[in-house]
């Protein structure tokens, strides 16, 4: 892998890694790294391509960017909490490694294979390339917080603004940084193999979310063989970032009952 990707973690006692979502960073994990931190040995990081991380390199991926990263920690299993890509890549990493996954939390799943088809992710994504391929950076900007922040029912005035700010701030500082685009690199086209999952999973959605995200949510929960959902009434994509006591507390519970 070369450089290290850039993470920091805190605590001690049984490993939980949190992956963010695409096109962010791991900054969006404060709140719960300092909650999980008192009982846990707490780690966060910037996927490559984003935050502090270095950038794409051929023949890359993330699940194993992630597996070389845990093996220059020393941990040999951990549960992993993931947020849309953060979720899409730990899926990956428990196909590929399933002795080293003590356990999966997948916030608002993405899933590698998937087929975008919701007319609102597909609008917001035109009209991003549109504004990039026009050098209008703060429109393309605004694109990306409609889809990955308000979502389909929600104008931005209906969002908390400290949410949005924080996720506005974490944009434009990946483009500052060099970073473009959402990198996926290889995959493992888990969307055909989520009966290989063997992990303890929990599936948390936002009702508010679009309906790719419902429907992985649910692929996840119909094929995967020890998953469950639970759905977090009045809030988008980033549900762990706008009810963070109530996905803290379903955390906890699945830390303490698994």
Known sequence: MGELLHHDERGHGRPLVFLHPGGFGRQVWEEQLDRF?????????????????PGPVPGFSHHDDLRQLLDAL???????????????TA?????????????????????????ERDPFTLEQRR???????????????ECVLRLLVDGPYRTPDQVDPAVR??????LADNARKGHGGFPLGA???AVTRLAEVRARTLVVTG????????EIADLIVREAPDARQVSIEGAGHQVFAEQPARFGELLDEFLRTG
């Not at 931190?37 to 991380?53: F, K, L, N, Q, W």
């Not at 020393?74 to 899409?88: K, N, Y």
């Not at 009702?207 to 419902?214: G, R």
């Open 37 to 53: 931190a008192a009982g846990h040995r707490a780690v966060r990081y910037d996927a490559r391509g984003h935050g502090d991380s």
């Open 74 to 88: 020393g941990i040999e299993r951990a549960v992993l909490v993931g947020s849309s890509l953060g979720s899409r």
């Open 91 to 115: 899926v990956d990493f428990a196909l590929g490694h399933p002795d080293r996954v003590d356990g999966l939390v997948l916030t608002s799943p993405g899933l590698s294979g998937m087929v």
């Open 127 to 141: 009209q991003a390339s549109e504004a990039i391929a026009a050098g209008d950076h703060p429109r393309a900007f």
């Open 165 to 170: 700010a924080l996720f506005g701030r974490l």
């Open 187 to 189: 995959e493992l086209t």
């Open 207 to 214: 009702t508010l979310d679009t309906a790719d995200i419902h």
